[in-house]
């Protein structure tokens, strides 16, 4: 509810602001002739864009502004520098380290993601934990030699995947890990480093800005034409002879973050499975849902929440909400592609599919 | 395992189908358009049908086009929503008509056909999709069906999707701006619109080259030597410029494959497929008498009239000899550019007309840019330059940079303004942050004077890109203003090895067998590149082409790396010589990559400059 009260917020101002640009754009337009020197007026943003491969994924990150060069070089080093420290495969990145050694001392980004992770590992009860990494490599989604692993040894590898079991000394920012346990904290890691760009577009003073990291969006201010960004969101039937998104989030100075079983996965006997696995069961979630979006502020908190949503299904995924109504909200749609959304989102997705709105 | 980051999010079943999102992936991400409306209203250009087959013979565009038949009956779904429509923030109306418009899909180029009738889209034809899969177009089909119902294509960027279907929202977006509507615009946007007008000036330099053809009929015999050739691609309004080796009266390499004027990096595939068929089959056939290569007729049909122009200018006179590609490399914040050219300002003798030129902006040792062609439009009239505009270049992540240059910042006048005020090179300011692109639009400004004819020593410019071992003649520094830091790096002062300064300047293709090792499963594949060298010293390499282009990834990765790991281009600038590390994931291409700097050094080296084309055939 607090959160629909702020969006009416922004639409106001957006239309005031709209009215304004309306207002100079229409004055420019008249003298707006073929000549290039005289576009380039006072208040002219200038815009920068950047295709970056990290993390495993593809990313973009685009701005506006009299920096947004420097912004986006500055975003590009900042999305290497969180990738050598958050990798699970690099020998030198920290987790690596402490994967292997059992105990490490934690650079400060890395120390500020293990708390969310464990924060969120509390409030999830459980279902998002970063030690679920040893049975993402036994499925093979880490390496993508995918196999069904057999049942006695998910049990086992089930024994050490429990976050409670992490000690993390806060003052010292020391992680020691027990014996058999690995984290991953790739669940986390992209909607963090989207947050930080966000921080970077301030800095360098951008006016509006977006990402995409592999699908993970976070948006900053309104679009340069003063208007709300319009995000889509995927529809997790990617082989439906339909629309590839199933509705459209009209936001600004939002994370859209959506996890779906559609997004890596691999078939078996006829059988599916996908790469978002429960770390109470050691098997993917199979409980209704085909993909989760998380829409918030923070960037770090929707990436954590998509997967653990997921996990949930629908109805203690509409309960966690009420919960935090006043941190996220969400798009579920369902396998039979069922489409829920949260109050939050009421007057800003649009869809050509049937919504039920949740309370 | 190595391929794993290629695959990670789409592990699909259907062949077909992971082709295709491969193949896209480069392109759809490439070809990210900010989509934002404009308020600038195009004239409604007729297509070109007629051009379009001039040399289509395996053109198998028709073998996908989708009918409106076919998009009538996907359009069954009937939808009733509970929620409210978006309201669009359309003002004002578009015109009744049909326009067309083009985008990036998964597989390349589409062209849709817009039908507004009573201000509102109607219809929208997919009329070419060259490359897609039907389960793209099927998609496709649906996104066109939301944006009839929505009366708007505006979608920022999809959640979820690691890629998406943009191309289609674009190429509506482009036809929609045809149709007028008064959107409101960014103002970066109107540059796009510019850049869709050039294709006008383009082709009024294109007459001057038919004339030429008159002139010089190409049935002579070519002189030896090398002879760069341009051709607009009168589409989709890029301009194909290459070199090409004469010796014997014979085409025996084509090389140095430059794009300019470029508005949509989704071309890129289309000239990069084309490349490569068309020159080994110019060079074996020595006419131009050959066929396009299927999938990129209009590329196609660029690089062969952009060789015709090499050779025309071979069998006719020096005349026709390349102008020169001044490169001057002088950096500080405020300077005045160097005052050397004198003898190019203005005269009576300056024959109207739009003068399509371009040069090399090179960085100096403080800038982290790679060395791009800047292009643009000078106007002459009444014997005075009154504009110089339509800017484009190789490398648009550098656009901030030029534009600051020519249209300089709320302290100092843009080159552009100074220019046109003083009709003279000299006492030209640099803008502060932009200086090589000042020099360069500056550098612009001079080439046009000469081809206008303006110039009195036409010897200075003359004959000098026609061959990659000139050295650049660099002007002589201006003093720069006080006060300000001095950081003097002409390439000839830099502290070079003696061994280095052998290398001689220019932009040198070169190939390499990409290998598989033993833990791959890929064929073995020609990766063919550009690599530049100036100041005696390696400054970038270039215009990858993998002869299978399902490896541009591998090759992209190997390239510029990613995390940890530094790209193999970066690595041998930074240490001028092949010892680098190959980039995980990437090993055979960052293999290959180093290998064709070595070769590439071999001919900078060497008195041997004659391209690969030649060697592995």
Redesign the interface.
């Known amino acids: 509810m607090k959160s629909k009260k702020k969006i009416c917020r922004y639409l106001l101002s957006g239309v005031l602001f709209?009215v304004l640009?309306?207002g100079c754009?229409?004055k420019?337009?008249q003298d707006?002739t073929?000549?290039?020197?005289t576009?380039?007026?006072?208040d002219?943003?200038?815009?920068?864009?950047?295709?970056?491969?990290?993390?495993?994924?593809?990313m973009?990150v685009?701005a506006?502004g009299d920096r947004?060069?420097e912004a986006v070089e500055a975003a590009k080093q900042e999305i290497?520098r969180l990738?050598?420290l958050l990798?699970t495969t690099?020998s030198?990145?920290e987790i690596y380290i402490v994967n292997e050694n059992g105990s490490e001392i934690l650079s400060e980004d890395t120390a500020l993601l293990l708390e969310k992770s464990l924060e969120l590992y509390d409030s999830t009860n459980g279902l998002f934990d970063i030690t679920v990494y040893p049975l993402m490599q036994e499925w093979g989604f880490t390496?993508?030699?995918?196999k069904v692993p057999k049942v006695k040894r998910v049990k086992a590898l089930l024994q050490n995947v429990d976050a409670s079991k992490i000690e993390f000394e806060a003052t010292k920012y020391l992680l020691t890990l027990p014996e058999g346990v690995k984290i991953d904290l790739g669940g986390i890691a992209k909607g963090y480093t989207s947050e930080r760009i966000m921080e970077i577009f301030k800095e360098y003073g951008i006016q509006s800005g977006?990402v995409?990291l592999?699908?993970?969006?976070q948006?900053y201010g309104l679009?340069?034409?003063?208007?709300f960004?319009?995000?889509?969101?995927?529809n997790?039937d990617?082989?439906s002879?339909?629309?590839?998104?199933i509705?459209?989030?009209?936001i600004k100075d939002k994370a859209?973050?959506?996890?779906?079983g559609y997004?890596?996965?691999?078939?078996e006997d006829n059988k599916l499975y996908h790469h978002i696995l429960n770390p109470k069961t050691g098997y993917p979630a199979d409980t209704g849902l085909s993909?989760v979006?998380i829409v918030s502020d923070d960037g770090t908190l929707a990436d954590g929440l998509s997967t653990s949503l997921f996990i949930m299904g629908k109805e203690k995924a509409l309960k966690y909400w009420r919960n935090y109504a006043d941190l996220f909200d969400v798009v579920l749609v369902e396998n039979d592609g069922a489409i829920t959304i949260t109050e939050g989102l009421?007057?800003v997705?649009?869809?050509?599919?049937?919504?039920i709105?949740a309370e | 395992?190595k391929?794993?980051?290629k695959?990670?999010?789409?592990?699909?079943?259907a062949v077909i189908?992971a082709f295709g999102v491969v193949l896209g992936?480069r392109l759809n991400?490439?070809g990210?358009v900010?989509?934002?409306?404009h308020?600038?209203e195009v004239v409604n250009e007729p297509t070109k049908e007629s051009e379009k087959d001039s040399y289509s013979g395996n053109d198998n565009s028709s073998d996908n086009n989708v009918s409106n038949s076919d998009l009538k009956n996907?359009n069954s779904?009937d939808?009733?929503?509970?929620?409210?429509?978006?309201k669009y923030?359309k003002?004002g109306t578009w015109k009744d008509g049909t326009y067309t418009g083009s985008g990036t899909g998964f597989g390349g180029l589409i062209e849709v056909c817009v039908t507004i009738s009573n201000s509102e889209i109607t219809d929208i034809q997919i009329i070419s999709c060259e490359g897609e899969t039907q389960?793209y177009l099927?998609?496709a089909?649906?996104?066109i069906?939301?944006i009839i119902?929505?009366q708007s294509p505006?979608?920022?960027?999809?959640?979820?999707?690691?890629?998406?279907?943009n191309g289609i929202c674009t190429a509506v977006i482009q036809a929609l701006n045809k149709a007028g509507g008064n959107l409101?615009?960014?103002?970066?946007e109107?540059?796009a619109v510019?850049n869709n007008?050039k294709k006008s000036s383009n082709s009024k330099k294109k007459e001057n080259n038919s004339k030429n053809k008159k002139s010089a009929d190409g049935n002579g015999k070519p002189a030896d030597g090398v002879y760069s050739g341009s051709a607009v691609c009168e589409q989709f309004g890029y301009t194909i410029n290459l070199k090409t080796r004469f010796k014997s009266g014979k085409a025996v390499s084509i090389y140095g494959l430059k794009i300019t004027g470029n508005k949509d990096k989704a071309n890129k595939a289309y000239w990069e497929k084309a490349w490569k068929p068309m020159v080994k089959r110019i060079l074996k056939t020595q006419n131009t008498d050959v066929d396009a290569v299927s999938g990129a007729t209009y590329s196609s049909n660029a690089i062969l009239e952009a060789y015709q122009n090499a050779r025309l200018k071979a069998v006719g006179t020096e005349k026709s000899k390349d102008k020169k590609n001044k490169t001057d490399v002088s950096p500080s914040p405020v300077i005045l550019l160097p005052d050397d050219n004198d003898n190019t300002q203005a005269t009576e003798n300056v024959k109207d007309g739009i003068y399509l030129v371009s040069a090399v902006c090179e960085p100096d040792q403080r800038m982290a840019f790679s060395a791009y062609t800047l292009m643009?439009d000078v106007t002459f009239e009444g014997g005075k330059c009154i504009?110089?505009?339509?800017?484009s270049s190789t490398d648009e992540?550098n656009?901030?940079?030029y534009?600051?240059a020519?249209?300089?910042t709320?302290e100092v006048e843009?080159v552009?303004?100074q220019i046109l005020k003083t009709q003279s090179v000299s006492g030209i300011s640099a803008v502060s942050g932009a200086t090589c692109s000042s020099k360069t639009i500056r550098e612009l400004y001079i080439k046009a004077l000469n081809e206008a004819g303006g110039a009195v020593k036409e010897d200075i410019v003359d004959d000098s890109e026609t061959s990659p071992e000139n050295t650049p003649s660099l002007p002589p520094m201006a003093s720069p203003t006080p006060g300000l830091p001095q950081t003097s790096s002409l390439p000839e002062n830099n502290s070079f090895a003696a061994s280095d300064m052998l290398i001689k300047d220019g932009v040198y293709t070169a190939s390499a067998i990409v290998a598989a090792d033993e833990w791959e499963e890929f064929a073995d594949y020609n990766l063919t590149a550009d690599v530049t060298f100036a100041g005696g010293k390696l400054v970038g390499i270039d215009n990858m082409v993998p002869e299978d282009t399902s490896n541009q990834g591998y090759c992209?990765?190997a390239a510029?790396g990613?995390?940890?790991n530094k790209g193999v281009i970066q690595q041998l600038i930074d240490r001028q010589n092949g010892d680098v590390d190959a980039v995980s994931g990437a090993t055979c291409s960052s293999l290959a990559l180093v290998q064709i700097y070595k070769n590439a050094l071999e001919m900078a080296m060497g008195d041997c400059d004659e391209n690969i084309y030649n060697k592995s055939n």
């Open positions: 709209c640009m309306v754009s229409s420019s337009g707006g073929a000549k290039a020197e576009q380039q007026d006072a002219t943003s200038f815009y920068a864009e950047r295709d970056i491969f990290a993390m495993d994924t593809y973009t685009k506006y947004a060069e290497n990738d050598r990798s690099n030198e990145s390496t993508e030699k995918y977006i995409s592999g699908g993970n969006v948006t679009k340069s034409d003063g208007s960004w319009n995000i889509a969101v995927q997790p990617v082989l002879d339909t629309a590839g998104y509705g459209v989030l009209k859209v973050i959506t996890s779906g997004e890596r996965y691999f078939e993909s979006t009421e007057e997705f649009s869809s050509d599919f049937d919504v709105v | 395992m391929k794993d980051w695959e990670i999010f789409f592990i699909l079943p189908l992936f991400m490439s990210f900010p989509v934002t409306y308020e600038k996907d779904k939808n009733v929503t509970n929620i409210k429509k978006l923030t003002e389960s099927k998609k089909i649906a996104v069906e939301r119902t929505a505006d979608v920022d960027m999809v959640s979820g999707a690691t890629y998406s279907s409101k615009i960014n103002p970066l109107k540059n510019q007008e643009a504009s110089i505009d339509n800017f992540s656009k901030n940079y534009l600051k020519a249209n300089g709320t843009g552009v303004a992209n990765l510029n990613y995390g940890s």
